[in-house]
């Protein structure tokens, strides 16, 4: 029997934001180890400039980022053992935060001329 798709059953909002949370993991120049290998320490989050925001290379709309800024969305991600903000050093994904398959969440491009 195949893996269960979102077995946590993370909503739209969770899935996006943890999404681009492990893109930010993945860049060297955004994020690093922490010291036990255990997460990955996102050093900054991502600013929305108008209607989108830049993260590394790529730009998304700032409604597929809006989750960065909510509270309630982190909480959920901690609850569920993918997230750790606890350090002053930044948010921790977990190593089961940077393995969850997202399902391929679609993020919309930011508008034309940006």
């Not at 999404?19 to 955004?30: F, T």
């Not at 597929?64 to 909510?70: E, L, Q």
């Amino acid at each position: 029997m195949p893996p269960k798709r979102n077995p946590l059953k993370l909503n739209k909002l969770q899935l996006r934001t943890l999404a681009l949370a492990q893109v930010i993991a993945r860049d060297p120049d955004l994020a690093r180890p922490d010291e036990a290998g255990q997460s990955v320490i996102l050093l900054q989050l991502p600013r929305l400039h108008g209607d989108h925001v830049h993260i590394g290379q790529i730009t998304v709309s700032s409604r597929d980022a809006s989750g960065f800024a909510n509270p309630a969305v982190w909480a959920a991600l901690v609850r569920k053992g993918l997230a750790r903000t606890d350090d002053p050093a930044g948010i921790h994904i977990t190593a089961i935060g940077m393995a969850y398959d997202t399902g391929g969440v679609r993020l919309m491009p930011p508008p034309p001329g940006n």
